[in-house]
């Protein structure tokens, strides 16, 4: 007997980008109507818009040597990724880098914590971004037992003198924390499982970021404590709407580099219920620590 097909048809997402190139294509007999939501089209208009302005930021730090060093942390699903794939989407690859570190070998165990991250540090005119960075040892490596309490601790008293040091040698500094709800971080997980195009994303890490919940909300309120800086604040990204934290995170990058032919400020305004201080975000903490379930992510 043959095995059993599974008639069930899963749900396949419309490729970014296509319904914009298509909203205003004539029906023939070779076409196939599509429903897609109102909201959805919206979103790719304005993401549209705002690459364009990511291209011109680009070409305007090309000219002046502008350098820029954006730091994406946050929970595992949070869709930090995604946002990172957007943002460089139209850019010039030769003018980007994205750095997403395995973990260290034998050789990097043996430097100074910092080494292996200021080689990727931005030159004249590049964009770079640290998908995931040195604050691993924030909160993955003490959470998980990678790393000792005396390192972390270190850690924590050594990056803003390091941080301090990079924009005061003109490097403009953005460190964003998606902050994803526990609910739809499991959700994104199970979608993972089950998604033969996700599989990938799935990590050892993964299984247990649900069980240690409340130790990286611990972990997260220590190092915003300690790192939260005048001159290298951290913008906390609400994020369990994808769409609107890419959207809200680029507006918060655009809003805050000068460039040639910028759009109007009010149009590059980021959400403030999405887009939020490290300074809010830290009340927000404080008011709720003996009440985990209420913390955001």
């Known amino acids: ?12 997402k419309l ?23 109102k909201w959805h089209l919206e979103y790719e208009e304005d993401l549209r818009v705002l690459q364009i302005e990511l291209m011109k930021m680009q070409q305007s730090m090309q000219a002046s ?18 946002t990172i794939k957007r943002i460089i989407a139209h850019l010039n690859p030769r003018s980007y880098n994205v750095v997403a570190l395995a973990k260290p070998n034998e050789t990097e165990l043996s430097q100074w914590y ?10 004249a005119g590049e964009f770079t971004i640290f998908d995931r960075s040195w604050y691993n040892r924030a909160m993955v490596e003490p959470v998980m037992g990678f790393c000792s309490d005396e390192q972390n601790k270190r850690f924590l008293k050594d990056v803003p003198m390091l941080e301090e ?4 040698d003109g490097i403009t500094l953005f460190k964003f924390y998606f902050s994803v709800s526990k609910d739809v971080q499991k959700e994104r997980f199970d979608s993972r499982k089950h998604d033969p195009l996700k599989q990938y994303k799935l990590s050892p890490v993964d299984n247990l970021a649900q069980k240690y919940w409340n130790e990286y909300a611990i972990r997260k309120f220590q190092m915003l404590s300690e790192t939260n800086r005048t001159l290298a604040p951290w913008t906390v990204v609400r994020s369990d709407n994808k769409k609107m934290a890419r959207i ?11 460039y040639e032919g910028k759009l109007p400020l009010k149009q590059l305004h980021p959400d403030p219920k999405i887009v939020i201080s ?14 985990p379930d209420k913390l955001h992510g």
């Not at 040597?65 to 995604?82: H, M, Q, S, W, Y």
């Open 1 to 12: 007997m043959g095995q059993k097909v599974d008639k069930k048809k899963k749900p396949v």
């Open 114 to 123: 910092f080494q292996r991250y200021t080689s990727h540090l931005p030159t």
């Open 165 to 168: 040091l990079l924009v005061k």
């Open 248 to 258: 809200n995170c680029i507006k918060h990058i655009l809003s805050n580099m000068d």
């Open 65 to 82: 040597g502008k350098r820029v060093l954006a730091i994406f942390e946050g929970r595992d699903a949070a869709g930090k990724g995604g």
């Open 15 to 37: 490729a970014e980008g296509t319904a914009i190139r298509n909203v205003d294509s004539k029906e023939s007999k070779k076409r196939q109507a599509v429903w897609i939501k």
């Open 278 to 291: 490290g300074i809010e975000e830290l009340r927000h903490m404080e008011k709720n620590l003996m009440t």
